[in-house]
């Protein structure tokens, strides 16, 4: 006869409602996210090979030192990745379905043992034509090197919930 585990009260695990909702959010407002992540070599490897992005660039140091580079350059997607991130928590946790990257641009590449951090400025809200109760909200977002160079910039939106709907 086996042993079964208790049902879980529900009570216990209250829903948290995380993330800002539309209204939170005026043009002009500047979010410095979170301490930053450094970026390791395992993880570009594992990034790389699971999207199937075999550029020796990312893969190959001796390749990459050929090129000028001082070792295998982090592929720039996962340093999106990661910088999009690095956001989430400030800007669009609550769920918002994301709408898009716009502008974006790589200022110089990183190596692995690098650490990114970024900061996120609200560039635009309006209200949804077609969602009644959620907004728009237009943001764009640098991330710096340890060294405190741009090493990427981007313009993001998504769609945010508006303070009734939470």
Known sequence: ???????????????????AYFEKFTSGDLFHHHWGRTITSADNTVFSTALAHWS??????????????????????????????????????????????????????LYAGDTVRAESEVLDTRPSGSRPGYGIVTWKTTAYDQHDQVVLHFVRKNLLAGEQLR
């Open 1 to 19: 006869m086996t042993a079964t585990a208790p049902s879980p009260n529900l009570e216990d695990f209250p829903v948290r409602t995380r993330g």
């Open 56 to 109: 020796p660039m990312y893969l190959n140091a001796e390749y990459a030192r050929a090129h000028g580079h001082k070792d295998a350059v982090l592929n720039p997607f996962l340093v999106l990745c990661t910088v999009v991130g690095l956001s989430v928590e400030d800007l669009s946790e609550s769920g918002g379905p994301f709408l898009g990257i716009e502008d974006c641009v790589f200022e110089r590449p």
